[in-house]
């Protein structure tokens, strides 16, 4: 069974440029989630999707992050404009049913 | 306070030692409870979760669960080098796909 897929894997840009990441789920997993995780804590979900669907963004900056997941499978994330704060690892994960996230590889972002 | 609380570390451990790690959570109104292991450089990958009172082991790994002292902790016998990562404790106000709190995780370092 193929694993969660991210892209890219490793980025670096500028301040007050814009950037994307890619993922794709696991196969029939409805429920897709997006993590930031900065270097020395623990993932902070950003936005969860159920199906095409969101089901909680609370903790994302809306001003400047924003998500999509088209036709319940693949989704993007984007900053626009970034900011140096954003430099972290944003991980995405899905889950079929179960309590249990399969994390991707991750994309580490560096703003500078 | 933080919503979920672990000791950073480092964490030295004696190979075939029992390495202890302990966590502690703010909301009494979480249900369920999760061990993650994240290598250096990789994701978050499950190992355990728990969400009754008392002990529940698979393996070398056993987690523990006191709701009334909001109090979780994670066991690892026999320590491995391979054991040495940083472990994540994660809390679930549900038993589904909801929101999951990360704590900073504590690093393990096994000894030869």
């Known amino acids: 069974e193929a694993g969660v897929a991210q892209s890219p894997r490793y980025k670096i840009i500028e301040k007050r440029q814009s950037v994307a990441f890619w993922c794709n789920p696991i196969?029939?997993?409805?429920?897709l989630y997006w993590y930031q995780q900065i270097l020395g804590q623990g993932p902070k979900l950003l936005i969860q999707?159920?199906?095409?669907?969101?089901?909680?963004d609370s903790q994302l900056p809306k001003d400047r992050f924003s998500a999509e997941r088209l036709k319940g499978v693949d989704s993007t994330l984007k900053i626009q404009p970034a900011k140096l704060e954003d430099s972290a690892v944003y991980l995405c994960?899905?889950?079929?049913?179960?309590?249990?996230?399969?994390f991707g590889p991750g994309t580490r972002l560096t703003v500078t | 306070q933080k919503e979920v609380e672990q000791n950073s570390g480092p964490l030295s451990v004696p190979e075939g030692a029992i390495a202890s790690l302990n966590c502690t959570y703010s909301d009494r109104g979480s249900q369920s409870f999760f061990w993650y292991r994240q290598y250096s450089g990789k994701s978050p990958e499950l190992i355990m979760f728990?969400?009754?009172?008392g002990d529940k082991e698979d393996g070398r790994f056993t987690a523990q669960l006191n709701k009334a002292s909001q109090y979780v902790s994670l066991l690892i016998r026999d320590s491995q080098p391979s054991d040495s990562a940083t472990y994540l404790c994660?809390?679930?106000?549900?038993?589904?796909?909801?929101?999951?709190?990360f704590g900073t995780g504590t690093r393990l370092t096994i000894i030869p």
């Open positions: 994660a809390v679930n106000r549900g038993f589904g796909n909801e929101k999951l709190t």
């Open positions: 999707f159920q199906n095409n669907g969101v089901v909680d």
């Open positions: 728990i969400y009754s009172n």
């Open positions: 994960a899905s889950s079929l049913f179960s309590y249990e996230q399969y």
């Open positions: 196969s029939g997993h409805a429920t």
